[in-house]
């Protein structure tokens, strides 16, 4: 039953978005909590890198994103994409509005359990260290969010794909360097092709 | 952005509520007939030019769907708590689903006419047969076929449903790991067949053929190839002079005039104003699920429960199609040289029917359609189905690993199976709570309960279609989803046939109760066959639309 409902979180089928039913959800628990949605207005993109995160949350972040797509050879990590600055930039947005609050509570959170259970700064932390803190929110041991952590860690993970992944003119797969590294060419110029 | 006449503001022949597989057909036959007709579409009228690849904008925000904090469902599972959801959303933008679907277009097979007697004894199931016959609805598959253009080969295969000819365009071109599945499904003594599409395999009617971007399903086709309504009926209907599409038109209400006939619609202007189209016919192609609500939001004196609810059957036997997916993983180094696809990216579109009735099976045998494709090659789906393949999900070194691995080392190749959906008393639409969408329009809930007998036959579709990766040679195999819904095909909220007591339709989809009224998205449909239903709804479109004009002659 959790893996289904896995599935209908996260994938979609025929361009129906997966954020949208997370998104959903928080909507309606903040109804029920009798708590308006957060007003967070809609901005252009902001010329400094980042227009909602405030730098110590950058510092989390930018940790936490490089965990979750750490660099390969030949395959760069999400902070080397700029996936981050994407998310930054979708959280401004009018459909994030839901969510960008507890995307800031969940990354105060990280670095919070990082200081009780480690003793360090989420970003002080050995990379084994940081992903066993991670893997407390995925799993949903981390305790006193306004949702469970897991929703946290999903929320997360689900912007980082797409900010590592998706097209640069949001702020993120910067220099399509993720495209570049696995040879995807969303524009499909075959180079031979000459159909009509 | 809009072209063609516009008729604010006057009484025309005929308002057509959604431009999509059920509604663009009517609109585009009648106004070739010399009717005046006005299509009221809630979504915008996108061009060629909104359509590139760019998946967060396509496949995960609000280009075809609303967004849920705007305009939700309520569906509740198996008995659950309502939850807000866009399931049941197909597409709002002029030219409906049919702009971003894949283009599958199977015929129904003639059994699937007859099945309420097949399954008359099956208990929380209420299958019904049709009026028609799959013999009245031929002509008309034809016609879309010809009419839009649809790529196919004909005599492919024993099971294939009867047919009068060719198909008007030759097969799209084929991947070479196409072979893999024939090979597989041959060696279990099953008919491998291509699945006809409704994508243009060479120039056809002034329209570009396919340029092979393999990205159709989620996506708008930026060269025309793809046979959407926008592209294929659309031009030619507002070409009459005849037929206005007005989009950001959201429809809220099914007016009844005293005399018991609709004398129009209305609806919330692209400004949000209520507005009223009056029309001498009115016809809903919304969807099922949005049909049905229109419907039970229409209350006049005359009609408490909803206009043409008198059976109190609007929003009842809702179907959709049971789902599985499979996944077989082949690695690239031991694949002969001959199946290593290169650009550009041609089809592999293979199909097996041999267990469209499956063996064995005493009770409930309908089996369906096991179609094999290519997985969507989206980036970010595909590193989230990479992710997911394991609980709990895969990230880290672990996900990079995979995706590396995926695009570099192996091909895989997925099914999906398109199961007969089995209509019962617990699955229906209804609009009977408090929550309304941004309009202020009281919102449907889907009531979902699949049938067991459904979800068994669908788990024994998965594992033949995992029988073909195996014979095929695949290094390792899976499925998913299955006995899951695939809310896009929607079928049954206004059934059609015979009997008032029994359906909301007459076998002309024109509402028993109200004569001037008609229906002609899936909602008719009283099972859902084994197949994608978009050419049936089109087809049998066409088909009411000869019935509408013979109707408004009399």
């Known amino acids: 039953m959790i893996r289904r409902e896995a599935i209908v979180w996260l994938l979609k089928m025929s361009g129906v978005t997966s954020t949208a039913v997370i998104l959903a959800a928080c909507k309606k628990e903040e109804e029920a909590a009798g708590r308006p949605a957060p007003d967070i207005p809609t901005k252009s993109a902001p010329k400094a890198d980042y227009g909602f995160f405030q730098p110590s949350e950058v510092a989390i972040g930018t940790a936490m994103v490089a965990r979750l797509i750490p660099a390969a050879p030949g395959f760069p990590s999400a902070k080397e994409t700029g996936a981050l600055r994407f998310i930054d930039r979708e959280l401004q947005k009018r459909h994030f509005a839901p969510v960008a609050k507890f995307v800031r509570q969940g990354l105060t959170f990280l670095d919070r359990v990082a200081k009780k259970e480690k003793k360090k700064a989420f970003t002080e932390l050995s990379v084994a260290d940081q992903d066993e803190v991670l893997r407390a929110f995925q799993t949903g041991r981390v305790r006193g969010l306004r949702y469970p952590s897991g929703r946290f860690f999903q929320i997360m993970l689900n912007l980082t794909l797409e900010g590592h992944l998706g097209d640069p003119k949001y702020g993120g797969n910067q220099d399509q360097k993720a495209w570049k590294a696995l040879g995807i060419d969303p524009s499909c110029d075959h180079g031979d092709h000459s159909h009509g | ?554």
Request: charged content about 20%; some cysteine.
């Open chain 2, 1 to 554: 952005m809009a072209d063609g006449p516009s008729f604010l503001g006057e009484e025309v022949d005929l308002c057509v509520v959604g431009s999509g597989a059920g509604g663009a057909p009517i609109a585009h036959a009648l106004s070739g007939a010399g009717a005046k007709v006005v299509v009221l579409e809630k979504g915008p009228w996108y061009q060629k030019e909104d359509f590139d690849h760019d998946e967060i904008k396509n496949a995960r925000r609000d280009m075809w769907a609303p967004l849920v904090m705007d305009e939700p469902h309520l569906q509740t599972t198996e008995g659950g708590p309502r939850q807000p959801t866009n399931n049941g959303w197909i597409a709002n933008n002029v030219g409906g689903g049919t702009v971003h679907m894949s283009g599958y277009f199977y015929r129904l097979h003639p059994e699937d006419f007859r099945l309420g007697r097949r399954y008359a004894g099956l208990e929380d199931a209420s299958v019904a047969d049709w009026p028609i016959g799959y013999e009245e609805l031929a002509p008309y598959y034809d016609k879309v076929e010809k009419t839009i253009g649809v790529s196919g080969a004909a005599g492919a295969h024993p099971f294939e449903p009867p047919r009068s000819g060719p198909y008007p365009l030759p097969p799209v071109a084929t991947n070479p790991l196409a072979k893999l599945v024939e090979d597989g499904a041959r060696k279990k003594g099953w008919h491998p067949f291509q699945i006809p599409r409704a994508v243009l395999s060479r120039p056809y009617k002034g329209r570009s053929g396919c340029v092979y971007c393999d990205y159709c399903g989620s996506y708008g086709c930026e060269s025309g190839a793809k046979s959407s309504t926008l592209a294929a009926l659309v031009p030619e209907a507002v070409a009459t002079g005849r037929c206005e599409i007005r989009p950001h038109s959201m429809a809220f209400e099914v007016v009844i005039d005293a005399k018991g006939r609709a004398s129009g619609v209305r609806y919330y202007d692209s400004d949000g104003k209520a507005q009223m189209q009056k029309a001498r016919v009115v016809c809903l192609a919304a969807t099922s699920i949005e049909t049905a609500r229109l419907l039970l939001n229409s209350r006049p004196q005359s009609f408490p429960d909803g206009v043409a609810n008198g059976s109190g059957l609007v929003g009842r036997n809702l179907s959709f199609s049971t789902l599985a997916k499979g996944f077989g993983e082949f690695e690239r180094a031991k694949l002969p040289k001959g199946l290593q696809p290169v650009p550009p990216n041609h089809f592999l579109d293979r199909a097996i029917q041999d267990h469209y009735f499956i063996d064995g099976e005493s009770t409930f045998d309908k089996g369906g359609t096991i179609h094999y494709i290519l997985p969507h090659r989206n980036a970010i789906y595909t590193a989230e189905r990479l992710a997911k393949r394991h609980e709990p999900m895969l990230w880290g070194e672990a996900l990079t690993k995979e995706i590396k691995r995926y695009y570099a080392e192996v091909h895989q190749v997925e099914f999906e199976i398109f199961g007969e959906f089995l209509p019962g008393p617990k699955t229906f639409v209804s609009v009977d709570g408090d929550t309304k969408d941004k309009f202020g329009i009281p919102v449907a809930t889907i009531h979902l309960q699949r049938h067991p007998a459904a979800i068994r036959n669908a788990r024994t579709l998965a594992s033949l279609g995992v029988q073909v990766f195996e014979a095929a040679g695949a290094e390792s195999t899976w499925t998913d989803a299955v006995g899951g819904t695939t809310y896009v095909l929607q079928h049954g909220t206004c059934r059609f046939g015979s009997d008032p007591s029994r359906s909301v339709l007459d076998p002309d989809c024109r509402s028993h109760e109200v004569k001037n009224l008609y229906v002609t998205d899936g909602s008719f449909m009283p099972s859902s066959g084994g197949v994608p239903t978009t050419l049936t709804i089109l087809a049998n479109a066409f088909r009411v639309a000869d019935k509408m004009i013979e109707h408004m002659k009399g």
